[in-house]
Structures are given as C-alpha cells and as structure tokens.
C-alpha cells in the first residue's frame, strides 16, 4: 500500500523499529510489495463474489431497491435514497441480470480491503500488518454476506472507514482540508444509509473526549461539518414532509421483528459476525486506541466503538449493525499484533495466526455466500446449526433466512402471469396485481415486463406512496394478501392457485393467488386498508 513515511518524534509510532533504518531502496522495495499483496486480496474478493453471484437467485431486497430506481426521489420510507440510484444506473448501464446487480457490491469488497490497508498505513503498519488485516477483512463472514448482493451494507462500511482514515491521516498531521472532504464522505455515507450519522455523532463524542478535541478550533472541520449537513439535507427535508416514516418503521421493527438479544448476547454474537478466529485481533485493536502509548491520538476511534455499541443495544438494534465498525479495530489490532511478533523475534507466529483465520473463513464461507448448491448447502447449514443466530423474529425454512429470501421470486411472477394470461382479454385490460409486501411487488415489477404483466400494487412501505397505478379493482389479482383482507373489498374473491417455492422462507411459499371480482367500494376507497409498514 505504500511505505510509512514517519519522521522526527513519530518515527516510533508505535514501538517498532524505526523504518529510517532501512534504506530508501529497501522502503520502496516494501511499499509496492506491500502493494502487491493489498490489491491482489482485493482482486481476490471481488473474484469470489463475481464467481459464485449466479449460484441462487436475487435476493428479496434486490427486487425492491431496483422497483425504488424506477421511482427516484430524496428519500424512502425504509432506506435513504442512494440505494435506489445505485440500482437505477447499474440496470441502465448494465442490464438485469443477477451478475450485473452485484458487479458493484463484488467492488465494495475489495473496496474495504483496499481503505482498511489505508488505515494500517496510517497506523504505522508493515507489510504483515497489511496481509493480518487483509485476511481477516477478506474471510470475515458479515462482510462475505454484505458483498454478495445489492444492499445499502455492501457499502456502509467503506464510508465509516473512509471517515475513520480521514481522521488518522489529520490527527498525523495531515492536511485540515481533508476535513472538506471527510464531510462529503460522511454526507454521502447518510444518503447510503442513515446509520452514518450514528458513527458520525459517536466520532465527534470521542473527539470531544480527548486531547484531539484541538481539532475541533479548526475551521475546516466546521466547514467539512456544513458540507456533510448539506447533502443530507434533501434526504432530513423529504423525511419531515413525509411525518418521519424511517423512525416509525425502525420503531416497528425493534418491537415485532427483531430477534431479542440482551446486552450481553449482542455483545457475544459479535465474535460469531466477524469470526472468532478474528475476535483476539480486534479485540487488540480496541486495546491499542484506549491502553497503547502509540494509539492515545487515535483514542476517539475507540470512545466512537463504544458509543456506537452502547447505542445500538440501547435501541435494540439488530447485531450486525455494528458490523460497520470493525475493519478499523481490525487495522489497529493488526498493527498491535504485528509489533508484539516483531519485538519477540517469533516469525514463526505470523503463519500460525494467519493460517487458521484462512481455514476458519473458507469453513464460514459457505454460511455466509452463496456457494454450495443448495442441497448441500442444506445440509452445511443444519449441520452447524446456524439458526442459533436468528437476527429477525421469523419462521424458518431448511435454509437460513438470507438464502431461503434468495428463492422463489421468479415462480411467484410465473405463477401470477399464468392465472392473469387464463383471463379473457377484456378482463386483462382492466386487472391490477395486488401483492402483500414489497419482495412479492418487486418480483412482479423486475420479472413482469416480460411476462406481459403490468405494474404491481402493493401497501407495503414505499409502495404505497406509490398507488394503485390507476386500477379500478374491477378485476383483481391478488397473492400473499390475507383473505380477511380482501374479503374487505370484494364480494367474489375466488382462489385459483398456490405457489409453492421449497427453498423459499415460509412466508413466501404456500401463497394462495385470488381472483377478485365485485369490488364493494372503488378501490381508491379501499387502498387504506392494504398500508402497511415494516
């Protein structure tokens, strides 16, 4: 990645011997091979995302964030808005196809390798440091999971990382403009997700908490501050005009689908998120930012962990939420590690810590990605019993939940353009599609057009700022929807047949599809009853 160029007082950074002592041949010499070894792990992880994207199908979420493309706006009722672009321009640029959504997220994975080396660099890290950091940031299962498809996670944890190695880089006597663009980081970052401001509030708590609030008289970093505030902007203004729906939806989530943890067992379930095998290395770089002499003017990375965690079991919030957060303790763990085998003269340790971080992944692997086909990946999943880490409050199939929601879209879109097909033509020009949550609406969206269907309806989340795309409800397809609900509605509500998914999440087969007929009040007076949110 390239040589730690530290001078005067910082030549000892932390404890290790001075890199002044090698000549300027022998630095050069270490930093391309440094940087060898960080984009050949890059290219590596962007390679086994690419290589293994085909193995099942799109993920439920994929099929909303593509349905959100076609409905650009400065914000969603369940995500920011960014996602939604990112869909828009991939499918515009590159089609369909389940390789061309995921070519970007198989780029974010060598994208936090290539960051989380930066944050080695600053640290003052070698090239064991470098390979330790690439390693665990490569097979750590979360982010196996994040980059296997398109998601607002492939992404979130470059841009807290990306702000976390501004700050090293200023507090080691970088550039203050840097702080500009640390607020476009961190701007862009909250139009990805809104958790960004979660990191962002931390990082400045631990600023305030240190002697590093110096920076603090900067005017920089007010400016970097305004900036990020500016292009949030849009997104804080479309939330206040809609009533704040991306509050009341994390409100109903934390209290009927979030799987339970206590404080204790979010804490645990980290380890199992990032690798146990990985656990002591970020452990170490915790240690390194609050107990190491090197680490104190990096401590307010510390004090932003531990807000971030106290806010997150506080609130009740899923356990990978946290997930973000870790290539920097990773970086400094790396960085301590590689200094205590250094000072020891044991170079017999760095493959006795780096090999079973490797066997361990490549174990993990294929719980986190789509790899094994999924008989055997059935079997893979039972047999190391990964319903233990239930992370939502719902049924389970054979498969974990991540997979089974990899499953059974492109049936219910077949199955739905067979009955719509069935009907005379008269009846087709007038027939909506009505389905239950936005995964059932947005397979019907990406898979119609193909297929002859028009536009899903749905009440779920988003969808339903979006309408009922003129229906009449004189004619109505309806699947995955309760039939006390539509019984609400029409008069003739007739089933005409069940999709049946095997590999999907129990919720998403067994689905009866209805033809409804009579509508009892114009469906525009009806529609209230479909809204949902979750």
């Not at 730690?4 to 007082?9: D, I, T």
């Not at 770089?285 to 971030?308: E, H, I, S, T």
């Not at 190391?384 to 939940?401: A, F, G, N, T, Y």
């Not at 699947?479 to 007739?494: H, I, R, Y």
């Amino acid at each position: 990645m390239g040589t730690v160029g530290l001078e005067g007082p910082r030549q000892r950074v932390l404890g290790i011997p001075k890199i002044s002592r090698e000549s300027p041949s022998a630095a050069a010499s270490l930093a391309e091979s440094s940087a060898a070894i960080v984009f050949s792990f890059a290219a590596v992880a962007c390679a086994a995302h690419l290589l293994f994207a085909g193995r099942y199908g799109y993920f439920r979420d994929e099929l909303y964030y593509a349905a959100c493309g076609e409905h650009l706006a400065w914000g969603y009722v369940d995500h920011a808005p960014l996602i939604a672009l990112i869909a828009r321009v991939t499918r515009a640029l590159l089609g369909d196809s389940l390789y061309a959504l995921r070519i970007l997220p198989a780029l974010s994975a060598a994208a936090k390798i290539i960051v989380t080396a930066w944050m080695v660099r600053e640290l003052g890290g070698r090239r064991f440091a470098q390979i330790l950091t690439a390693t665990c940031v490569l097979f750590a299962p979360i982010y196996l999971t994040f980059d296997s498809f398109l998601s607002m996670n492939a992404f979130e944890p470059i841009f807290w990382m990306l702000c976390a190695a501004i700050f090293m880089r200023i507090v080691r006597g970088g550039d203050e403009r840097l702080w500009v663009l640390g607020g476009f980081v961190a701007g862009l970052g909250f139009l990805n997700k809104h958790s960004m401001a979660f990191f962002c509030a931390a990082m400045f708590l631990g600023i305030l908490l240190t002697p590093e609030r110096r920076v603090l008289r900067s005017r920089w970093f007010w400016i970097g501050a305004s900036f990020a505030l500016l292009l949030m902007l849009p997104n804080i203004l479309w939330e206040a005009r809609h009533g704040w729906p991306t509050i009341e939806i994390l409100r109903i989530v934390r209290q009927i689908k979030n799987a339970p943890v206590t404080p204790l067992q979010f804490i645990l379930q980290q380890a199992l998120l990032i690798h146990p095998l990985e656990t002591p290395v970020w452990l170490s770089g915790l240690g390194f930012f609050f107990f190491a002499r090197d680490g104190r003017q990096f401590r307010a990375l510390g004090w932003a962990y531990l807000v971030v965690m106290t806010d997150l079991i506080l609130l009740k919030g899923k356990i990978y939420y946290l997930a973000p957060i870790y290539p920097m303790l990773l970086a400094a763990g790396a960085v301590q590690i590689d200094a205590w085998v250094r000072q020891r003269d044991w170079p017999w340790l760095k493959p006795a810590i780096v090999v079973p971080i490797i066997i361990g992944g490549l174990i993990a692997a294929p719980l986190a990605m789509p790899i094994l086909p999924v008989e055997k990946a059935v079997t893979y999943t039972k047999f190391w019993d990964v319903e233990k880490v239930q992370v939502e409050k719902m049924p389970l199939s054979d498969l974990p939940q991540f997979f089974g929601d990899m499953f059974g879209w492109q049936t219910q879109a077949a199955a739905v353009a067979r009955v719509y097909h069935s009907l005379p033509p008269a009846d087709r020009a007038k027939t909506g599609i009505l389905a239950w949550n936005f995964g059932q609406a947005g397979a019907i969206d990406y898979f119609g057009p193909a297929l002859g269907l028009p536009k899903a309806i749905s009440g779920h989340n988003n969808y339903y700022l979006w309408g009922t795309h003129g229906a009449s409800g004189e004619v109505m397809i309806a699947f995955g929807v309760p039939l006390e609900k539509l019984q609400e509605s029409w008069g003739s509500v007739v089933q005409v047949d069940v999709i049946q998914s095997p590999y999907a999440i129990p919720e998403e087969t067994g689905l009866p599809v209805y033809i409804c007929r009579q509508p009892m009040r114009s469906f525009r007076e009806s529609w209230p009853l479909f809204h949902w949110l979750g």
